[in-house]
Nanobody, 117 residues
Framework: QVQLVESGGGLVQAGGSLRLSCLRS????????MGWYRQAPGKQRELVAT???????NYADSVKDRFTISRDNAKNTVYLQMNNLEPEDTAVYYC???????????WGQGTQVTVSS
């Protein structure tokens, strides 16, 4: 059973930085794509960033030039470096691993990020 465990969330002032980590276990296969999504209170879950096995990254417009996604395939870990955080970035951040249509998609339990103004 695939497990994703996020860490690194917390409370930070606007303009500050946080680095989220997501450790994957339970599969000998490497996901095609890993990503970070977030969900703010009263809003739908939205894409933040994704990265392919080969390292190609995709970002939501709202976080471009502030967030950087990376993955270490040897450590089964994906990271999200978040700089210049804004109160609008406050949300629960979820890690996602997409193994494709046969092996499926998995989610972590989420980690809270709160940015104070």
């Amino acid at each position: 059973q695939v497990q994703l465990v996020e860490s690194g969330g917390g409370l930070v002032q606007a303009g500050g930085s946080l680095r989220l980590s997501c450790l994957r276990s339970g599969s000998i296969f490497s996901p095609n794509t890993m990503g970070w999504y977030r969900q703010a209170p009263g809003k739908q879950r939205e894409l933040v960033a994704t990265i392919t096995r080969g390292g190609s990254a995709n970002y939501a417009d709202s976080v471009k030039d502030r967030f950087t996604i990376s993955r270490d395939n040897a450590k089964n870990t994906v990271y999200l470096q978040m700089n210049n955080l804004e109160p609008e970035d406050t949300a629960v951040y979820y890690c996602n691993a997409d193994f494709g249509p046969i092996r499926g998609i998995y989610w972590g339990q989420g980690t809270q990020v709160t940015v104070s103004s």
